[in-house]
Every structure is written in structure tokens, then in C-alpha cells.
């Protein structure tokens, strides 16, 4: 079990950035897959970046690839999402989730993740 606890969030002006953390206790977590998603008001929660156990492997949406930047540090058992030339559509509740799935290296799949943290706002202005 993994829990996790995001921080960083807040109110960015566009073409601005922001920093992400998410924090994990247990002494599980340079096992686990780690992932960030987001939900925006009255849609979908949305894959955002994945990253492998070892950090070495990373995969993006692409509506954000070029600009979110995701990595870790297993020594502080942290997962980082570095943001930005944020945009307007960026804005949502922003969320770290850790997969423990067999055989893969990473995920895009929400359902794979059985831990999650409580989210962290970040708004964009225009």
C-alpha cells in the first residue's frame, strides 16, 4: 500500500509554470509504476503522464507532450510533473497514482492504479 500526497498546485497565468510533487510513504514505491492524471469540471478524469519504476521510461498525452515534463526520485520517494506553457485547458484537479501491475512497464490506464492521492488544484488564467 502506497499513499501519496500531492502538492504545488495553485493559479498560474498562461504561458506560466508550475511544479508538482507528490509525496509517497511506504516502502513500496520504487516498485510501482507512477502516473499523473487530471479532471477538469464536468469532464473526464484524463491520463496525463506516466513514469517506469526505474524513472528511465516516461510517456505523455499528447496534449501535453512538449510542455509536462514527469520524473521521479525513488530515493525521496517523490514523483515530480513539471508544467509548462500552461494553458487555459490545462486547468483541473490534478492527481499522482501509483500501479503495482505485473509485466508492465508503464500505464496510461486509469484502472491499473490502486493508489491515489487527494489532488491538487491548479488554475490557468488567460
Known amino acids: 500500500q502506497v499513499q501519496l500526497v500531492e502538492s504545488g498546485g495553485g493559479l498560474v497565468q498562461a504561458g506560466g509554470s508550475l511544479r508538482l510533487s507528490c509525496a509517497a510513504s511506504?516502502?513500496?514505491?520504487?516498485?510501482?509504476?507512477m502516473g499523473w492524471f487530471r479532471q477538469a469540471p464536468g469532464k473526464e478524469r484524463e491520463f496525463v503522464a506516466t513514469i517506469s519504476r526505474s524513472g528511465g521510461s516516461t510517456y505523455s498525452a499528447g496534449s501535453v507532450k512538449g510542455r509536462f515534463i514527469i520524473s521521479r526520485d525513488n530515493a525521496k520517494n517523490t514523483v515530480y510533473l513539471q508544467m509548462n506553457s500552461l494553458k487555459p485547458e490545462d486547468t483541473a484537479v490534478y492527481s499522482c497514482?501509483?500501479?503495482?501491475?505485473?509485466?508492465?512497464?508503464?500505464?496510461?490506464?486509469?484502472?491499473?492504479?490502486?493508489?491515489w492521492g487527494q489532488g491538487t488544484q491548479v488554475t490557468v488564467s488567460s
Open positions: 511506504g516502502r513500496t514505491f520504487s516498485s510501482a509504476i
Open positions: 497514482a501509483a500501479s503495482h501491475q505485473i509485466g508492465a512497464v508503464f500505464s496510461t490506464q486509469a484502472l491499473t492504479y490502486d493508489n
